[in-house]
């Protein structure tokens, strides 16, 4: 600790953002526009309590230094923005269940293969809803090869998506029915994922503008509403490592508010509005 006790307000200065900025781009390609330099005051100001640090230049110099690798961490954690909903944008659930998952069915039970990939998936909504409509569409899911791997670069959502616990006013686009067999309700009157389909996905703490650590190829890849957060570069690097690691065949669903503007260099077609398709090369 650099003092006692931690003010309960830090002065902050143009600067201060501007290196908050830069840390968030290089760390994880989060742009921070100027429009949020008040929501950053106040929780970097949390993580400054946190630690004890006396200002804001006190912290960004500890988490800039090797010792502060883990608070870096931390500090991320902070600045992301962690919005979602089960079911969300429902037409991709519904040409998944419609288009994808019957033809997977088939090459599942012929022996073969299928990896699904949540690559932002915050607090967990989206890669169970995943899990609920691979199990509604493909019951006998659990005895094939399928997976759904689900990955974010904030470590704390990623442990709330294990945990798998949602209060009751979350599930409002869960079916009834799909709740009742797919869900529990726990002591707290919360809903926790029921052990079957707990076994078909994994989460894992990842930076998707990092080094990913894993080889393998995916059938399905959901990327969703993160790259609004990054710069056109960051962006674009982003679609063609994501469309390397898809299958010929294989799908990209992004956000209802972004696009894949490198179609032709990643090799992919567009088979609906922000659903991707890749080619055969
Ligand atoms: C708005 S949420 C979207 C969640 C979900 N995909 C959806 O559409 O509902 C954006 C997520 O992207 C994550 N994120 C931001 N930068 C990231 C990065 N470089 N690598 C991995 N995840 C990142 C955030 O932590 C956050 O949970």
Redesign the pocket.
């Known amino acids: 600790m650099d003092q006692a006790v931690a003010p309960s307000s830090f002065s902050y200065s143009d600067a201060d953002f501007r290196r908050v900025q830069e840390i968030a781009l290089a760390e ?3 742009s921070l526009p100027v429009s949020k330099r008040n929501l950053v005051f106040s929780r970097v100001s949390r993580r400054i309590r946190t630690t004890g640090k006396a200002s804001f230049k006190a912290y960004l110099d500890y988490v800039c230094s090797p010792e502060g690798h883990t608070e870096l961490q931390e500090l ?2 902070v600045l ?6 089960f079911f ?2 429902k037409g991709h659930f519904d040409h998944l269940e419609t288009n994808v998952l019957p033809v997977l069915a088939q090459h599942l039970r012929a022996g073969g293969r299928c990896r699904m990939w ?6 967990g ?2 890669p169970w809803s995943m899990a609920m409509s691979v199990m509604a569409k493909i019951p006998d899911a659990l005895r094939l090869d399928i997976k759904i791997l689900a ?4 470590h704390v ?1 990623v442990e709330n998506g294990r945990v798998g616990r949602y209060p009751e006013e979350e599930l409002k686009n869960v079916p009834d029915s799909w709740r009742k067999q797919y869900m529990q309700p726990d002591v707290r009157g919360e809903f926790l994922m029921e052990r079957d389909i707990r076994r078909l996905v994994t989460f894992r703490p ?5 080094t990913w650590p894993f080889q393998g190829q995916f059938d399905v890849i ?5 790259v ?3 710069d056109d570069e960051t962006r674009n690097a982003l679609w063609k490592r994501l469309a390397e690691r898809l299958v010929p065949g294989g799908f990209l669903y992004v ?1 209802h508010s972004e696009r894949v503007e490198c179609m032709k260099e990643c090799h992919l077609e567009s088979v609906a509005p922000t659903i991707y398709m890749k080619k055969d090369c």
């Open positions: 994880a390609g989060i991320i954690c992301t923005t962690n919005v979602t909903q969300r944008e949540s690559a932002a998936c915050s607090t909504q989206e990955t974010d670069i904030n959502v990842l930076n998707l503008n990092r959901f990327c969703r509403n993160v609004i957060y990054f956000g």
